[in-house]
Each structure stands twice: as structure tokens, then as C-alpha cells.
T-cell receptor, first 109, second 113 residues
Framework: GQNIDQPTEMTATEGAIVQINCTYQ??????LFWYQQHAGEAPTFLSY??LDGLEEKGRFSSFLSRSKGYSYLLLKELQMKDSASYLCAVMDSNYQLIWGAGTKLIIKP | TAGITQAPTSQILAAGRSMTLRCTQD?????MYWYRQDLGLGLRLIHYSNTAGTTGKGEVPDGYSVSRANTDDFPLTLASAVPSQTSVYFC????????????FGNGTRLTVT
């Protein structure tokens, strides 16, 4: 079966750095997405990786290793507004998105 | 502001009743999707439409139906609601292409009693 694994919850301190990991086992691979979802709101797109390596976008970076079935989202200079759930999703060989359950990130002052 | 509009925001529905969740987008995206989100689970695809006039079944289609009469609208109908359909429902759209991100509506919180 197809599976996406993410930690259920993480806690970090304002101003610090946090890394949210995502491992996947899917039927083929056509890209990996990260979304942010604040409580009670819709998911919003953060990043897309299809090739190995690091993609940097401001305070957020996303890394992909296709051989290891692994990605991480790196958040720097954490702000209170970064408290949210972070969803990892992989597009399989049929171009269907497989979603992880999400990682709830709690930022403490 | 361009985007996706869902209605209603929330609803309490008696088991056995029918209901249509509405979804409209003004971005002229060809692809549209309906997901449900339940605590502890990833988003699960109910139905999708790659273009107006076509629809397809997702991971959890039973008990739901959709139509796509035009590009903008993609309603989701529950013919006879059951308590297991209590969930938050998100409509989404995207441009064609594997790297196109999804744009989500604000969701409909449905409680079936």
C-alpha cells in the first residue's frame, strides 16, 4: 500500500529552527508538496520538490531525497504565526496525491 | 478576490437526509476536487473532475456524487447522509500539470446526527 509518515506533533521555540520530516512509500513518484494549514482554515501551498536537493523560499526550505523516500521542511526564525499543521503530499505514478496526516507545530514564546 | 467559494460554512444534518455542498471557483481551473479531512487522517479524495463534463472516483466515493456541468461549479451531493460522513469537506482546484498546487476553499464542516 501507499503510505506517508510524518510526526504527529512537534514543539519549538520562537526564533529557533525546526525540521519536519516526511517519509513516503508510493507507487511511483511525480513530486512532493508541502502545505500549511492553520487551525480551522484551508491548506495553503508552501513548496514543491520533484528533483533531489534543497529548495529555499524565504524562511522556509524543503529538501527531497528520492532514493531514500524522504523529505523535510525546514522553518527558520520561527514566529508565533507559524503555529499550524504542515501537510506532506506525494503525487504517485497515476498523478494522484497521497496525503500524510500532518504535523501539528506548536511554537512557544 | 479570485479563489474558491464553498457553501455552507457549516451544517448539522439529520441522518437519512440529503444535502448538496456547493463549490465555485473563478480561476478558470480545469481540475477540481472534493476532499474530506478527519482527525488523525490525511486528506482523502472523494471525487475529482479533470475538465467540465467529466468526473472520476477518488479513494472514498461511496455515498457521494458529483457533477461538473461547467468549469466553475463542482457540487458534492450526499444522497442519504450517515453519521460516518461527519467531517470537514474541502473543495480544491488546480491548473493542469503535475507540479500545479491545489487551491482550497475554506471548507464545510458537516455534522450528521
Amino acid at each position: 500500500g501507499q503510505n506517508i509518515d510524518q510526526p504527529t506533533e512537534m514543539t519549538a521555540t520562537e526564533g529557533a529552527i525546526v525540521q519536519i520530516n516526511c517519509t513516503y512509500q508510493t507507487s511511483g513518484f511525480n513530486g512532493l508538496f508541502w502545505y500549511q494549514q492553520h487551525a480551522g482554515e484551508a491548506p495553503t501551498f508552501l513548496s514543491y520538490n520533484v528533483l533531489d536537493g534543497l529548495e529555499e523560499k524565504g524562511r522556509f526550505s524543503s529538501f527531497l531525497s528520492r532514493s531514500k523516500g524522504y523529505s523535510y521542511l525546514l522553518l527558520k526564525e520561527l514566529q508565533m504565526k507559524d503555529s499550524a499543521s504542515y501537510l506532506c503530499a506525494v503525487m504517485d505514478s497515476n498523478y494522484q496525491l497521497i496525503w500524510g496526516a500532518g504535523t501539528k507545530l506548536i511554537i512557544k514564546p | 478576490t479570485a479563489g474558491i467559494t464553498q457553501a455552507p460554512t457549516s451544517q448539522i444534518l439529520a441522518a437519512g437526509r440529503s444535502m448538496t455542498l456547493r463549490c465555485t471557483q473563478d480561476m478558470r481551473h480545469n481540475a477540481m476536487y472534493w476532499y474530506r479531512q478527519d482527525l488523525g487522517l490525511g486528506l482523502r479524495l472523494i471525487h475529482y473532475s479533470n475538465t467540465a463534463g467529466t468526473t472520476g472516483k477518488g479513494e472514498v466515493p461511496d455515498g457521494y456524487s458529483v457533477s461538473r456541468a461547467n468549469t466553475d461549479d463542482f457540487p458534492l451531493t450526499l444522497a442519504s447522509a450517515v453519521p460516518s460522513q461527519t467531517s470537514v469537506y474541502f473543495c480544491a482546484s488546480s491548473e493542469q500539470g503535475a507540479n500545479s498546487p491545489l487551491h482550497f476553499g475554506n471548507g464545510t464542516r458537516l455534522t450528521v446526527t
